[in-house]
């Protein structure tokens, strides 16, 4: 009996787990099904459209042939610029040329693309993380409206917050070094960028040998910022308005190097940065000129006279400037890049730069110490390694005198009175090492971190300063569109402009709707809670005025961020 029962209850046992497994055959069959029902309503989708543009050739070619052969043609006019892009389609639509043929129109549109994405910039983070194929059918739909006029882009944060002082929302971090920005960036701010690209008549003609564009190529370039802190919210009187980028650069000059470019003006200069402390540890941007993406052997070369300028007291200690008794400083860099050659797996970036510092002469007549220095620079960066935002980017670098900013502009301190231009002895040095990744190891888990160590030796009997920096940002993602982002950022500094060595901790919490479930999808809306923690040595540093006799803090608000 006992042997039955066994037996029936195997029996039974195995029918359940068919009947599970038929079940979840009949589910997959459903999914199958939908899949395919999809492709072949887009699929029909596509014929009818086809078939609807052979019949119109079919009708253009039978009334073409109805109608007298027409008179000899003349040159078009070059189109005015204030014409608007419907006219100038109106106009051209009376012009028997060979770019009537609609694959001429394809290729032409393909080459102008191509063109354009040369002329961009592939080393910031926020460049790297865009999609070029996910952005097609919009670029495509840009082009339509405005006929391959203008491109566009830009970068947009805004918000609100509240800090537990009863103040405006303060910023948390050390003075002197960049800090942990989610739940931690007090202003609003934005950037809009311009780029219109210059071809000679005729450049995208099938007559071409090469296949490709004839004749040069020029690029302009326009790029405005906008600034309003937290603590003067909305003010006009307290809104900065810049033009950070205003520059021009022509390609397709030199036989045989078809992207190498010549450049001048004021730009942002093969920037590196880390994404989750917004660290630009490699940004030589300025005003100059210079030659770029000159192919030698497996990679591209570079050069550029690039530079910045400022005012600042002169000093013989930090610590002691009058603030009402200012000289000018001029820093001029010579920048020498090999970059996009293979290394371990990525891309290679090494870079020589030159610099120079000058001073001249305040009320009193006194002109502060001139000094020169080198920097060396390596930056090596892979990119969808495991998934298709995924990088892993690395640097070491090292340099003296006034190159150890590894900008074209200045080492500062701030004190009370204002900032002031550190002084750059030539036996002043620095070592600096990053490390940043950005990865979705998981489905539902996306991962930003940031490693920083940077050594430095002021020179002039100065104490040498330590500083050591370590962030990690985890986004759980719920679905498609919901995720909550946690990020911790730690920093500590030894020898700080007010002499004292100490700590910041910093924690925040924020859920997050987004377009897409990607550390980088935007554009994001959040909320969040930060809490930061330093020690007594930071006192009177950390978070402004509502914050002088405090070692922790506590902020709330919410934030919109986007780019395209």
Avoid at 163 to 181: E, I, M, T
Wanted: with cysteine.
């Amino acid at each position: 009996m006992k042997l039955v029962s066994g037996t029936l209850l195997a029996i039974l046992s195995f029918l359940l787990l068919q009947t599970q497994g038929f079940a979840q055959d009949e589910d997959l069959a459903k999914e199958l099904r939908m899949e395919l029902d999809e492709i072949r309503n887009a699929y029909e989708t596509r014929i009818d459209q086809l078939e609807a543009r052979i019949k119109e050739l079919e009708t253009k070619s039978t009334e073409s042939a109805a109608t007298p052969a027409p008179a000899p043609k003349q040159a078009p006019a070059k189109p005015n610029r204030s014409t608007s892009p419907s006219m100038q389609a109106a106009a051209s639509s009376n012009v028997d040329d060979e770019r009537d043929d609609p694959t001429d129109e394809d290729l032409s549109h393909e080459l102008a693309q191509q063109t354009r994405e040369s002329f961009r910039s592939n080393t910031e983070t926020r460049e790297l993380s865009r999609r070029p194929d996910v952005e097609k059918a919009l670029n495509e739909r840009i082009e339509d409206v405005l006929n391959n006029y203008i491109d566009i882009t830009g970068y947009f944060r805004a918000g609100y917050g509240r800090g537990d002082n009863g103040g405006p929302q303060r910023a948390f971090g050390l003075p002197g070094v960049s800090k942990y920005r989610l739940g931690n960036e007090t202003e609003n701010y934005g950037e809009l960028a311009f780029s219109k690209t210059f071809f000679q008549p005729g450049a995208f003609s099938l007559s071409n040998p090469s296949g490709g564009i004839s004749g040069p190529v020029a690029q302009m370039n326009a790029r405005m910022s906008f600034f309003n802190p937290y603590d003067n919210y909305g003010s006009a009187n307290d809104t900065e308005i810049a033009l950070p980028e205003l520059w021009a650069s022509v390609g397709n000059v030199i036989p045989g190097r078809p992207d190498a470019k010549f450049w001048a003006g004021s730009r942002f200069y093969r920037r590196h940065d880390i994404h989750i402390n917004d660290y630009y540890f490699w940004d030589m941007s300025g005003g100059g000129a210079g030659i770029e993406d000159f192919e030698l052997g497996a990679g591209k070369l570079a050069f550029a006279w690039i530079g910045d300028g400022a005012e600042s007291a002169i000093y013989d200690r930090v610590g002691t400037p009058d603030p009402l008794n200012i000289a000018g400083f001029s820093k001029t860099n010579f920048d020498l890049r090999y970059y996009d050659w293979a290394l371990l797996g990525g891309k290679g970036e090494v870079g020589l730069t030159y610099s120079i510092a000058d001073s001249g002469v305040d009320s009193a007549g006194v002109k502060a110490e001139n000094s020169e220095g080198f920097a060396l620079s390596l930056v090596r960066t892979k990119e969808g390694f495991y998934d298709p935002e995924s990088i892993h980017k690395t640097s070491l670098q090292v340099a003296t005198g006034p190159a150890k900013t590894f900008t074209s502009g200045f080492d500062t301190f701030t004190d009370a009175t204002g900032t002031y231009i550190r002084p750059d002895p030539n036996e002043s040095w620095r070592f600096r090492a990053t490390d940043h990744w950005v990865v979705k190891p998981w489905e539902c888990v996306s991962l930003g971190t940031a490693f920083v160590y940077q050594y430095t030796d002021f020179g002039s009997d100065l104490p040498e300063q330590h500083w050591l920096s370590g962030g990690v940002r985890p986004i759980w993602h719920f679905n498609e569109w919901a995720s909550l982002a946690f990020e911790g950022g730690f920093d500590w500094i030894s020898n700080s402009p007010n002499g004292n060595s100490g700590s910041l901790g910093k924690i925040t919490i924020a859920p997050q709707v987004a377009l897409g479930d990607q550390f980088f999808s935007r554009p994001v809306l959040r909320a969040f809670i930060t809490y930061a923690f330093w020690n007594d040595g930071m006192q009177g540093t950390v978070g402004g005025p509502d914050y002088l006799n405090e070692t922790s803090g506590l902020s709330w608000g919410v934030q919109m961020e986007s780019w395209w």
